[in-house]
């Protein structure tokens, strides 16, 4: 049990740790209307159920193509990352996220982000619902980028309305 715990926390802090190891419009009525209603899935723990809650918001501006909505979510999922232990990189990249207006520059960060949060919900308890974790395999020009949404729905945060469906469910995190 020890070890099983042990490991739990390892994973956990190793989790937003992930972004030191990666380098790093407008808006149609038609995409604005499709973003999924967010947060139906939560999760056991209340400071990561928040941080999600709060990436959910920045996914769906980058889904948009809003840079200033996307500015304003990274602002304030910042502050949440950096007061979980573990996720102090992964909040410098919310702040490179918050400091630009080009969606490009954003977006690329978003793919470091969405990484270490998935690793980190990988490692959490959900309480309600699916987290899903999705890939769009032409992000990052061909490279492919992952991210997490509560809906089964694929909604591209990297291609907004150019390609909004273009993506598939690579895996599933559920109560257990």
């Known amino acids: ?54 990436y959910e918001d920045l996914k769906n501006a980058l889904v948009k193509s809003d840079s200033l909505a996307t500015q304003k979510a ?42 270490d949060l998935i690793a980190l919900l990988n490692t959490a308890d959900v309480a309600t619902g699916t987290v899903y974790i999705q890939h769009c395999p032409m992000a990052n020009k061909g490279d492919g980028g992952d991210w997490l949404s509560s809906a089964k729905e694929i909604r591209n945060p990297y291609y907004g309305d150019e390609m909004l469906e273009c993506g598939r469910v690579t895996a599933e995190i559920k109560a257990k």
């Open 1 to 54: 049990m020890k070890r099983i715990f042990g490991t739990a926390i390892l994973a956990t802090l190793l989790a937003c740790g992930q972004a030191d190891k990666k380098s790093s419009e407008t808006s149609d009525t038609t995409v604005k209307d499709s973003v999924v209603n967010t947060t139906s899935a939560t999760l056991k723990d209340e400071k990561i159920n928040a941080i999600f809650s709060k």
């Open 74 to 115: 990274a602002a304030v999922l910042q502050p949440e990352l950096a007061s979980y232990k573990g996720c102090e990189p992964t909040a410098e990249v919310a702040k490179k996220i918050a400091a630009s207006t080009n969606l490009s520059t954003q977006r690329e960060a978003f793919t470091v982000l969405s990484s």
